[in-house]
């Protein structure tokens, strides 16, 4: 099983996904230039500034010619994990429901957070179960889930909602207190939180490795199943 | 005033000379070098070097490259008192940044540089555009960059200047650092009223490479092509950092607010890349970053490093707006550009590599054996120059050192009486905004990218980034201190307790202390009490890195700090890169389990002057207490043992508000109380010292009692004084007749709340 991590020229986090991703399966760096995802089994759109990100973040990378690859993937029904500006970007290709507005503080912050999983119909949270808490880090200025009133009533009603904020947790002011969401099929995941900022031990907790574990395992049995 | 000026032309030859401004009318009749800043002498000199009189091309260039930023007039002298040698060197003094070996064929790149000046017209892009230069500074010498760390200096939070400036700072250090990927580890910021008009924004990069692929500078090779890589040249900052910070500022800055530069992440992310794409790939035989006095700095800084001289053709450089002058060309500070020197046959391959990064590259000109910087537009000559003028004559000042006869800083305002009880005493040094948690500043920062942070902010005494990603345990540790209140008090003593912090720090995370840089931050140096606290601080750092064995690798000076109300207080920030053999043995500052046994280890004698409760009563002392640096060193080496034994539970430094805010810091960060009985084993002369007084050299350290136990059998002659023990949900302190007993809660409230209730 192999993920693929996307590298746009602001990428930040790329590296960090590569080698969580490592953890648990092979791993190769997507040059945003390129159309083709190379055949990889899962891919991650990592954190950072896309291509700097200065007018709306994510409203660049949406035209790259590796998103135009990505799209297809996703529609095919390929795991696809946003992080961050990752989330950020799919939101903007309309490969993911809702948008992400700049903190309620207006400050950029860098926070352990925890989560607990709401719905665990994803290939990144199958191994998961709902109620489970996860400790990991956020780290944005624009990360606050924004949808209309209807479309987030759209998107509980069809358990959309991968991971909530754990209580008073909430850094940024997203509504519902939503942290991931997926796309209506369940197969793209995106999330603010960083799980490759806590798949080594030394980075104080484990738990985003599991949603790593979960998508290596679920792409494993999935080839097993085709086989 | 006198001054004693030397010239370096022509060997030893030495001349005296009144420098005033009437004096030395310019052979040319007008006086307009005065205006760029050169003194008539130097103007003089300038003429004598050239054997004529400069074109306003020549004549600016001049005046940047002979700026106190450019040249270190006024501190080159002294900055040779410092040890810059040392086993684990590997680039020292000089380059873009400085190297030291970290083992398994690593070296650890690093620097700290201010951008104090700037900060203080405009503090966004101010702070932003100073970690933009200090990264740049870092992988000019071929290294990724991997932590950034910070130190910070405002006037009190009473003045919406200082926190308008503060607000500014922190969200552009956080811009540049956030946007470009690097995490930003560690810092401090301290608040005092001698910083009120001249903020200090210090900023230190830190990076590593493979031994292999550091690269120097030095330009190379008659007819190699000299490429200009990065950001369109602008008239953005004509004259920025160079002459903003090689002069005084005015009551008002806000005129001076077009000559900051515009920082852009992005643009640097992409250079970052490049450059090092084209160093893994061996195209480039130098590389060097455009900073301060931009084109003009940097190629005659490759030149001279070189021995060559260098060709420029100014109408090749890629401009921002039409219509730019040749001198406009030269002194440009615009932001995200690098220089590189390249054999004419690997041209195509930079280019291409360049390209697919995005970043324009540019040939702008080649190295040439005149050993003159001669430049071009298009056909027609613009200036010819010899490298060595503008870069090795530069006239160096003797400085006139003279203590000052009055106190030179007015005390600060009293916000405690003398007899404000323990318990409220202990609480307002936990909120005072040089003891409070700086959480609102460093959750602003990315603290993760780079999946190297072992150990966060706040969580130990230093921030520990792992040396590799395989998993293997090797790391590095790296702090930043100074106490700039405390050096005013006795700039010697002060300066090299700011060394022995840093070491001390390291320690308390089992590191040892490889190499340091140094920023001086300093007022008018012309001023003889100015020149004083700047020689004695320099004389004092240079005794406590020798004791330590730390060479000084490379740094900054930034001087002229000083407004209408006097100098800011003696600012040396120092900045230390350690190694420890295993991550995750470095200790945080966190008490961890009840029933562990407290101790404190070290020649500690705690003492009310320079404190942080001296200044909230109100004064401020004239004079440090000794230290004895032998005494010092060894009690870093057992503390430092101990950690790496890896018995302990935590190392916490005794610092700002003396024992018991460490000891507060310490139940706070892991939310558990302590019972402590004090009793006097420091020879401290009253309550207030032993529990409030500061001072070198002490350590809180807590572990199982056999690890205590251990620790004092191993200590030998350093003292071990067992404190007490963690446990319950509040901090007892006894010392004495006296007693305190506040809530964890309450102390974190103090603690946590002191930044942030200032601030709303």
């Known amino acids: 099983m192999r993920f693929g991590v996307v590298r746009f020229p602001g990428s930040c986090d790329e590296v960090d996904a590569l080698l969580a991703c490592r953890r648990f399966a092979d791993a190769e760096l997507l040059w945003h230039g390129d159309r083709s995802l190379g055949g990889v089994d899962a891919v991650v759109i990592p954190g950072g500034f896309s291509y700097g990100d200065y007018l709306r973040v994510g409203a660049i990378a949406r035209f790259s010619p590796i998103m135009a690859a990505v799209a297809a993937f996703a529609r095919d029904g390929g795991p696809v994990l946003g992080i961050c500006n990752g989330f950020q970007v799919l939101c903007e290709a309309d490969l993911l429901p809702g948008a992400l507005l700049p903190n309620t503080g207006l400050r950029f912050l860098c926070r352990q957070v925890d989560l607990t999983v709401d719905h665990a119909d994803s290939p990144f949270t199958r191994a998961l179960a709902p109620g489970d808490i996860l400790s990991l880090p956020v780290k944005h200025g624009a990360g606050r889930f924004y949808a209309p009133d209807d479309d987030l009533r759209g998107l509980e009603e069809n358990n959309q909602v991968a991971l909530r904020y754990a209580l008073g947790e909430n850094p940024n002011g997203s509504l519902n207190d939503i942290a991931g969401v997926t796309n209506a099929a369940g197969n793209v995941l995106g999330l603010m939180p960083h799980p490759e900022h806590a798949a080594h031990p030394l980075s104080g907790s484990t738990d985003g490795g599991r949603l790593l574990q979960s998508a290596a395992h679920a792409c494993a049995s999935n080839a097993r199943a085709v086989a | ?760």
């Open chain 2, 1 to 760: 005033m006198p001054l004693r000026e030397t010239s370096r032309k022509g060997g030893s030859l030495s001349e005296r000379s009144e420098r005033t401004p009437e004096r030395g009318v310019a052979r040319n009749g007008n006086s307009h070098h005065r205006e760029l800043g050169l003194t008539d002498s130097e103007y003089e000199q300038i003429v004598d070097r050239l054997d004529r009189e400069p074109n306003p091309t020549e004549l600016a260039i001049f005046s940047l490259m002979w700026s106190e930023h450019c040249a270190y007039k006024h501190s080159r002298k002294l900055l040779r008192k410092l040890p810059t040698e040392g086993a684990h060197v590997v680039m020292g003094p000089g380059e873009n940044a400085g190297a030291v070996d970290v083992g398994d064929g690593l070296a650890v790149a690093f620097k700290v540089e201010s951008h104090n000046h700037p900060s203080a017209v405009e503090p966004f892009q101010g702070a932003a555009t100073g970690v933009g230069g200090i990264l740049r500074d870092v992988f000019a010498v071929g290294a990724r960059p991997i932590a950034v760390l910070d130190s910070l200096r405002f006037g009190e939070l009473d003045s919406p200047r200082s926190r308008y400036l503060l607000d500014g700072a922190v969200a552009g250090i956080g811009h540049y650092g956030n946007s470009i990927g690097v995490a930003t580890v560690g810092g401090e910021i301290y608040f005092e009223g001698s910083y009120e008009q001249n903020c200090l924004v210090n900023a230190m990069c830190v990076g590593i490479a493979s031994r292999e692929r550091l690269i120097r500078s030095a330009a190379a090779g008659h007819g190699n092509l000299v490429v200009l890589l990065g950001a369109l040249t602008g008239r953005d900052g004509i004259g920025g950092a160079s002459v903003l910070a090689s002069a005084e500022l005015g009551a008002d800055g806000a005129d001076r607010r077009p000559s900051v530069q515009i920082g852009d992440p992005f643009e640097e992310k992409k250079l970052l890349e490049c450059s090092l794409a084209l160093l893994d790939r061996g195209l480039l035989r130098s590389l060097q970053d455009l900073g301060a006095a931009g084109l003009s700095s940097s190629v005659s800084e490759m030149a001279s490093k070189g021995g060559v001289g260098i060709d420029l053709d100014v109408s090749k450089v890629p401009l921002r707006e039409a219509g730019m002058e040749p001198f406009e060309v030269m002194i440009s500070e615009s932001q995200e550009r690098m220089l590189c020197v390249v054999e004419p046959e690997l041209l195509d391959e930079v280019l291409a590599t360049c390209a697919n990064w995005d970043v324009t590259a540019t040939a702008i000109g080649s190295v040439t054996q005149t050993g003159s910087l001669r430049i071009f537009s298009g056909q027609a000559p613009a200036g010819d120059l010899p490298v060595s003028a503008l870069v090795d004559d530069c006239p160096l000042y003797d400085l006139d050192p003279q203590p000052p006869s009055a106190p030179l800083y007015d005390p600060p305002p009293r916000r405690l009486a003398n007899d404000c009880e323990t318990h409220a005493t202990l609480l307002a040094l936990l909120a005072s905004p040089n003891v409070a948690s700086k959480r609102w500043a460093f959750e602003q920062y990315d603290a993760l990218v780079g999946s190297r942070t072992a150990r966060r902010p706040q969580s130990a005494d230093a921030a520990v980034l792992s040396l590799h990603h395989d998993g293997t345990s090797g790391a590095l540790a790296v702090a930043i201190d100074g106490n700039g209140r405390r050096v005013s008090c006795d700039p010697y003593l002060g300066a090299a307790e700011a060394v022995l912090e840093c070491a001390r720090n390291l320690a308390c995370v089992g590191a040892e202390p490889l190499g340091l840089t140094n920023c001086l931050n300093f007022g008018n140096p012309e001023k003889p009490h100015v020149a004083w606290q700047l020689t004695r601080a320099v004389e004092g750092m240079a005794d406590a890195c020798r004791a330590l064995r730390v060479p000084v690798v490379g740094g900054n000076v930034s001087l002229y700090n000083e407004g209408p109300a006097g100098p800011i207080f003696p600012t040396p920030v120092v900045g230390m890169v350690g190694s420890l053999p295993d991550a995750r043995r470095a200790t945080g500052s966190a008490f961890l389990e009840p029933g562990h046994a407290i101790a404190l280890i070290g020649p500690f004698s705690p003492d009310l002057r320079g404190s942080e409760l001296e200044k909230l009563r109100g004064g401020l002392a004239d004079s440090l207490p000794q230290i004895d640096l032998g005494a010092q060193v060894e009690a870093l080496a057992a503390v430092r043992a101990a950690v790496r034994a890896g018995r302990l539970a935590s190392a916490h430094d005794v610092s700002d508000g003396g024992l018991a805010c460490a000891l507060a810091e310490s139940c706070v960060a892991g939310g558990v109380g302590a019972r402590v009985n004090a009793a006097a084993p420091m020879q401290a002369s009253s309550l207030d010292d032993l529990l409030f007084g500061e001072g070198a050299g002490g350590v809180v350290v807590s572990g199982p009692s056999e690890a205590i136990a251990e620790l004092v059998e191993a200590a030998g002659s350093v003292p071990v004084e067992p404190l007490g023990t963690v446990g319950g949900h509040v901090l007892e302190l006894t010392a004495g007749a006296a007693s305190l007993s506040v809530p964890v809660e309450e102390l974190r409230a103090a603690y946590e709340g002191g930044l942030p209730d200032r601030l709303s």
